[in-house]
């Protein structure tokens, strides 16, 4: 059965950090692009960042950039959101997917976790 769970979500002060964790099970992550995508409350879902399958490629999000770091370790089954100088603005329920390639939009995405809120506050 092909899963996704997210890990490392909580509460943070803006300025803060968090590392969220995305493992796979039941099938092979590191044959798949890798997607972190992101929702608020009366918000669509939007791509934060995504990583090729060998991890030579990554794209962000304008807001993100500079700020988020999008990882995999194949050997893991893992991926990675390290998530820096965190705002108020970048609460929100966190996903990752998988993809055949590199993408940005949640149609290119097939199988998804369940999320993991993150909430920046003071």
């Known amino acids: 059965q092909v899963q996704l769970v997210e890990s490392g979500g909580g509460l943070v002060q803006p300025g803060g950090s968090l590392r969220l964790s995305c493992a796979g099970s039941?099938?092979?992550?590191?044959?798949?692009?890798i997607g972190w995508f992101r929702q608020a409350p009366g918000k669509e879902r939007e791509g934060v960042a995504c990583?090729?399958?060998?991890?030579?490629?990554?794209y962000y999000e304008g807001s993100v950039k500079g700020r988020f770091t999008i990882s995999r370790d194949n050997a893991k089954n893992t991926a990675y959101l390290q998530m820096n100088s965190l705002r108020p603005e970048d609460t929100a329920i966190y996903y990752c997917?998988?993809?055949?390639?590199?993408?940005?939009?949640?149609?290119?995405?097939?199988?998804w976790g369940q999320g993991t809120q993150v909430t920046v506050s003071s």
């Open positions: 997917a998988t993809s055949s390639r590199l993408a940005k939009v949640p149609d290119d995405f097939g199988s």
């Open positions: 039941g099938f092979r992550l590191g044959t798949y692009a």
């Open positions: 990583i090729s399958v060998s991890g030579s490629d990554t």
